[in-house]
């Protein structure tokens, strides 16, 4: 049980286009979703808290108009890096926590690359 | 600030052993503790949580909590080198979406 999935795995872009992935829980309903990035040799650095119906809950520093998250059902929450340039390159990591519960699930996350 | 530090590390331990990780923590609100491990370019993985304090075991896996010391760690008895790995220690915040408060990991190398 717990399965999250993510989607691309792997995603190469131009720079200036916009990127979305998907974050998916299988087996369970997730009221909140996480998105974090990571860079190399990096530690995890939360982006937003996203609950389910509600807008999402950026970290200080994270442009809200530049990383757009959707999380429109229990089940499903996308994140979108729009105009994206090379600095954006990181692998993005999603977790998901189901209601009442505060045990996070991560996704296998998306690796970002921005020529 | 709320924080959550550990050791970078590397800590190294022969094949077998027993390694031994710790994590310390400001918040003294904190009621969930949680242990992942993270293999080079994977995402993390949920090893173990606790709630209490004292220990809890969960196969070579033992979580110890103390609250008075703010400490939690993380015991991996008969480590394999496939142990190898990043441990991230992370901290609930029982305020603010109960977002997780993460430590920067302790790298672990299990020599064969």
């Known amino acids: 049980g717990a399965v999250v999935s993510q989607h691309p795995s792997r995603v190469i872009c131009k720079s200036g286009t916009s990127v979305k992935i998907e974050c998916r829980s299988l087996?369970?309903?997730?009221?909140?979703m996480f998105w974090y990035r990571q860079f190399p040799k990096q530690s995890l650095m939360l982006m937003a808290t996203?609950?389910?119906?509600?807008?999402?809950?950026?970290e200080q520093g994270v442009e809200k108009d530049k990383f757009l998250i959707n999380h429109a059902s229990l089940t499903l929450s996308t994140l979108t890096v729009t105009s994206a340039h090379p600095e954006d390159s990181s692998f993005y990591i999603c977790?998901?926590?189901?209601?009442?519960?505060?045990?996070?699930?991560f996704g296998p996350g998306t690796r970002l690359l921005v020529l | 600030q709320k924080e959550v530090e550990q050791n970078s590390g590397p800590l190294s331990v022969p094949e077998g052993a027993i390694a031994s990780l710790n994590c310390t923590y400001s918040?003294?609100?904190?009621?969930?503790f949680f242990w992942y491990r993270q293999y080079s370019g994977k995402s993390p993985e949920l090893i173990m949580f606790?709630?209490s304090n004292g220990d809890k075991e969960d196969g070579r896996f033992t979580a110890q909590l103390n609250k008075a010391s703010q400490y939690v760690s993380l015991l991996i008895r008969d480590s394999q080198p496939s142990d190898s790995a990043t441990y991230l220690c992370?901290?609930?915040?029982?305020?603010?979406?109960?977002?997780?408060?993460w430590g920067l990991g302790t790298s672990l190398a299990v020599n064969p």
């Open positions: 996203s609950n389910e119906g509600s807008k999402a809950t950026y």
């Open positions: 992370a901290v609930n915040n029982a305020g603010n979406n109960r977002k997780l408060i």
């Open positions: 977790s998901a926590r189901n209601s009442g519960q505060e045990t996070q699930y």
């Open positions: 606790i709630y």
């Open positions: 087996d369970f309903q997730a009221t909140t």
């Open positions: 918040d003294r609100g904190s009621q969930s």
